[in-house]
Every structure is written in structure tokens, then in C-alpha cells.
């Protein structure tokens, strides 16, 4: 089984500043694929960024980006520009087989 | 486009009684929903994944007795949560694959399930 550990429960940014969420995971798989959902209060599920474990260079989606280290097993997002809108739940999630495996996310708060 | 929706939204029922949530890709067809249940505050757990025309493929703990998933067509999903007891409440999300593969999900919007 593969586990996904988002060690901050909760994390605090300022408007316009930059903030980056910690996710590890665990796996013996050698192909698999990384998410990073947003949760906002409405519940909706909103894919983020999305990453294949083959490909070396880190995935960009405007403001959101992430640092992949493959060999750490760790997949960070970095949200730069930080607007009121991006405070949510943030899920970091893996596929190693069939089925979407979710950390236990990171409430991010956003402060004017 | 990818548009993925459910009703309903919120439902309210007694113990005892069973409850049906549909889900459905709009502009899409989708060879696989997953079906998530999420408690407050919680991570979205799998309950059980399903194919058109197949017997869905529940996970481990979930109870296909009580929780009865249909995929009868490329657009629709159902679940169906027979003799409802005050611990199903919770948050149910779908989502919807058009490759058929869990890298390609959609989510739904959700139905809060409240059990009196």
C-alpha cells in the first residue's frame, strides 16, 4: 500500500506572498502519478497540479508549481502570489495503481 | 468541459430508510466513477470504484450490502444507501474518469447525507 503524509495541518500566508506545502510519500512502485487537489469551503474537488513520476522536470500550472524529488519521495507545492481565493484544504494525492490515495491535507489559511 | 454533477446536493433522511445519489458526467462519457465518503474535517477515503455494465469494486471495510453502487450507463452512477443509521452521515463525492484510468478524475460537487 502506498501512503501519502502531509505533515502541516495547517499553514498561515500573507496576501502576495509565497507558501509551500509539504507532502512525502511512500511507495515501491516505479510508475505512478502525484496530485495536488484544493478543497475550498464549497467542498468542490479542484485539481491543481498534477506531476508523472517519469518526468523529471517539476510541473508549472500558473502561480502553483512543485518541487519533485523523486529519490526524497517528497512533493512540495509552492503557491507564489497568494490571493484570498487559494485559502482551502490542500490534498496531496498518489496513484500507484488503480485508485487515487489521499494525504490528510493541509488547511491553508490566507491573511490580507 | 469535464463537467461531473450529483444529486442531490443535501438530503435528509430517517434511520432506516435508504437514500439514492446520483452522479453524472455532463459532456462526457465515463468508463469509471469512483465513489468517495468524507467525514468533517477527514481526507476523502475510496469507497468503491465502478464500470459501466460491471459489479463495482468496493474496498476493504465498505459494506456492499448497505452501500449499493449501480453504473448503468457512460453518464450515470448510482449510490444507494440502504437502511441508513445516523453513522452514514457524512459528505459522499463522486468523480468520473474518461480514460477509465484514476489519473483522469472529475470530482462532483458532493451530497451532505444527514441521518435523524
Known amino acids: 500500500a502506498q501512503t501519502v503524509t502531509q505533515s502541516q495541518p495547517e499553514m498561515s500566508v500573507q496576501e502576495a506572498e509565497t507558501v509551500t506545502l509539504s507532502c512525502t510519500y511512500d511507495?515501491?512502485?516505479?510508475?505512478?502519478?502525484l496530485f495536488w487537489y484544493k478543497q475550498p469551503p464549497s467542498r468542490q474537488m479542484i485539481l491543481v497540479i498534477r506531476?508523472?513520476?517519469?518526468?523529471?522536470q517539476n510541473a508549472t500550472e500558473n502561480r502553483f508549481s512543485v518541487n519533485f524529488q523523486k529519490a526524497a519521495k517528497s512533493f512540495s507545492l509552492k503557491i507564489s502570489d497568494s490571493q484570498l481565493g487559494d485559502a482551502a484544504m490542500y490534498f496531496c494525492?498518489?496513484?500507484?495503481?488503480?485508485?487515487?490515495?489521499f494525504g490528510k491535507g493541509t488547511s491553508l489559511l490566507v491573511t490580507p | 468541459g469535464a463537467v461531473v454533477s450529483q444529486h442531490p446536493s443535501r438530503v435528509i433522511c430517517k434511520s432506516g430508510t435508504s437514500v439514492k445519489i446520483e452522479c453524472r458526467s455532463l459532456?462526457?462519457?465515463?468508463?469509471?466513477m469512483f465513489w468517495y465518503r468524507q467525514f468533517p474535517k477527514q481526507s476523502l477515503m475510496l469507497m468503491a470504484t465502478?464500470?459501466?455494465?460491471?459489479?463495482?469494486?468496493?474496498e476493504q471495510g465498505v459494506e456492499k450490502d448497505k452501500f449499493l453502487i449501480n453504473h448503468a450507463s457512460l453518464t450515470l452512477s448510482t449510490l444507494t444507501v440502504t437502511s441508513a443509521h445516523p453513522e452514514d452521515s457524512s459528505f459522499y463525492i463522486c468523480?468520473?474518469?474518461?480514460?477509465?484510468?484514476?489519473?483522469?478524475?472529475?470530482f462532483g460537487p458532493g451530497t451532505r447525507l444527514t441521518v435523524l
Open positions: 459532456d462526457f462519457q465515463a468508463t469509471t
Open positions: 465502478s464500470n459501466e455494465g460491471s459489479k463495482a469494486t468496493y
Open positions: 506531476q508523472e513520476a517519469y518526468k523529471q
Open positions: 511507495t515501491s512502485e516505479s510508475d505512478y502519478y
Open positions: 468523480s468520473a474518469s474518461p480514460t477509465g484510468g484514476a489519473d483522469t478524475q472529475y
Open positions: 494525492a498518489s496513484i500507484p495503481g488503480y485508485a487515487l490515495n
